[in-house]
């Protein structure tokens, strides 16, 4: 069987860690800077005062004036969530995380361990302990694990053999189908408000009327199909950290910091040799909040130089002077080092210095800075629409 | 795992050889007179493109292949459906 843990608003819950005070009054994640000003996940008190995610902020705090507003810290929610999957990878559990706050794994391997699935569910959830309020479903499919997760309460396992899917399936809400708002209220303008209602059409109606998407949704409110559970490599963890006295916004400072960071994280022994195919660069900011970039590399290396260039031009993003900034090796290649030729074939030299300028104009301008032209319809008498600039990322 | 907090978005095909703004003096018929305050010295070829009129964006440019006083050679368009003078390497 397929089993789904979700953690619902994991992202408020990993910001609120630090502010515990404010988990049993009004909050909700403040909106990104540069979105739409709408509420993210709001506490249990918001959410009796009338606020629902994805209000927009005005409302919001008209419904309910004392609503605090908790900032986004991403890089604080990926850590916490990291926390999360590795303690059940100890537990045994192979597990593929959905996004942050929902992972899945297969039972099969653990249930003989753990004494059936309801054995295998409950110990993943002792694992994770009460403060999450973590709730878990089992079923044959991954959506079904996925909707018997949604409706069981925190702390509570909810199994869901094979023959009862539909009918568990049938009375749930459209909700839980991923859809865009406009869809949901096409559907409910059509009268449909459960899931099995929508299971009950035609499939080719559904697809002719709502498109790739509601297929997919009708899919799923039949079950969905039997995609197999995709553990991940638990990562290698890697990281270092700096902090500074005083609030840093010196490119030079930083650049300095940047360096250090680098030796010490190839330097720590448990790298192996491994050359890195993946950072992630981050910074606590001195507001309050956090900063985060990822950065994968082309060609995996280990060359200091190479990596200080490539996460330079991510520190130019910072959007505040730093009061701390860290470096992660987030993916290793398996590979130590790589076979050079005897006898070069002709042409290679001038290829792997033309890709080499290339990856370093990319690393240097970012993504998009390297093109090629494509011939789309070189026929056409209209002559912007003959050819296109395509990035070469 | 590590998440990016916002990354910028992937870079998207862009169109080649758009079409740049022009000024154009053009005389009571229609030919260009003056491009980019240069005077035009002769229409080497004149041509007509009418094109995805079946779409919610079609396509109505008179262009003028012409050499100005400097010697250099431009191709320019009159728009009808926008209005407006456009040069383009044609």
Redesign the interface.
Known sequence: MVACILIPGFELRAALRERPRLATRAAALAPLPGSDPLVGCVTSAAEAAGVRPGMRLGEALGMCPSLELVEHDPAEAGQAWEGVVRRLEDEGFAVEPAGIGCLYFETRGVERLYGGVAGALERALAALGSSWDARAGAAERKFAALAAASVARAGQALVVEGEQTTDFLAPLPLSLLPLDETRYAELEGLGMKTVGQLASLPGSAVAERLGQDGRRAWSLARGGDRRRVRPRRPPAEIAERLEFGEAVGNEVTLRRALGTLVERTLGRADRADRAVRKLALSARLVGGGSWQRSLTLREPTAEKERLRVALGTKLAELPAPVTAIGLELVELAEWTGQQLELVRPEGSRARSRLKEGLRQARASAGTGAVCTVVEVAPWSRIPERRALLVPRD | ????????S??????????RPALVEAGFDGTPREVDRQAVMLVREEWR?V??WWTDDP?SRRYFDVVLESGERRVVFRDGERGGWFT???
């Open positions: 795992m590590v998440a990016d907090s916002g990354a910028p992937a870079a998207r095909p862009a169109r080649l050889n758009e079409p493109v094109d995805r396509v383009q390497r044609a």
